[in-house]
């Protein structure tokens, strides 16, 4: 596709269970970036990869959150044994190195409710 | 990245000019000065970007202070898409890629 796309859009899970969310990059850009906003809050960094890589994980909250990303493509954030306060919108962004801009482009979201 | 400030939020008439203001008094020599603006229930866009000289696309124009402690998102005629939250971030120019630090940014309400 033409933009960053993210799946599932929406996800419901009970407290304790593991959640995947995976975000499709657009095709050539090698930054990727997640980042989460809780409700009426700005966002929340949580990971940069270049590449395979990734150089920045500063922001992931605890050691309950991981992410990878495979063939300078697609990546997953994962949660293990969800909490409450993950409830989130997790976005993804991806970004090509050739541009002085560093335009980050986003995806529109995958909202996590834990119950 | 240096920090930057905002109003929390702006009201504004459509068709109306919207003058959106950004603080930055820390900022380096080498920090571009980035917009991105979120509509409701969508990731962040791009809207503009600049480093020294006033800068206009077919979004929006940029005024930079001459000293570049502050700047100004400027929308010329506001229309209800423009209805977003606005958010003003530095780059280092030598550091294309990295985390954006994305503060609260500015709720715009565009008023029919």
């Known amino acids: 596709g033409a933009g960053v796309s993210q799946s599932p859009s929406n996800k419901v899970t009970e407290k304790g269970k593991d959640v995947e969310l995976r975000c499709d990059p657009i095709s050539g850009h090698t930054a990727l970036y997640w980042y989460r906003q809780s409700l009426g809050q700005g966002l929340e960094f949580l990971i940069y990869f270049q590449g395979n890589s990734a150089p920045d994980k500063s922001g992931l909250p605890s050691d309950r959150f991981s992410a990878e990303r495979t063939g300078g493509s697609v990546s997953t954030l994962t949660i293990q044994r969800t909490q409450q306060e993950d409830s989130a919108v997790y976005l993804c962004?991806?970004?090509?190195?050739?541009?002085?801009?560093?335009?980050?482009?986003f995806g529109e979201g995958s909202r996590l409710t834990v119950l | 990245d240096a920090k930057t400030t905002q109003p929390n939020s702006m009201e504004s008439n459509e068709e109306e000019p919207v003058h959106l203001p950004c603080n930055h008094s820390t900022i380096s020599g080498t920090d571009y000065i980035h917009w991105y603006r979120q509509l409701p229930s969508q990731g962040p866009e791009y809207v503009i970007h600049?480093?020294?000289s006033n800068v206009n696309n077919r979004m929006a124009s940029l005024a930079i202070a001459e000293d570049r402690k502050s700047s100004t998102l400027i929308l010329h005629r506001a229309t209800l898409r423009d209805a977003a939250v606005y958010y003003c971030i530095l780059r280092d120019r030598g550091s294309t890629l990295g985390r954006l630090y994305f503060g609260r940014g500015t709720q715009l309400t565009v008023w029919p």
């Open positions: 962004a991806s970004s090509e190195d050739r541009t002085n801009t560093g335009e980050l482009f």
């Open positions: 600049g480093l020294t």
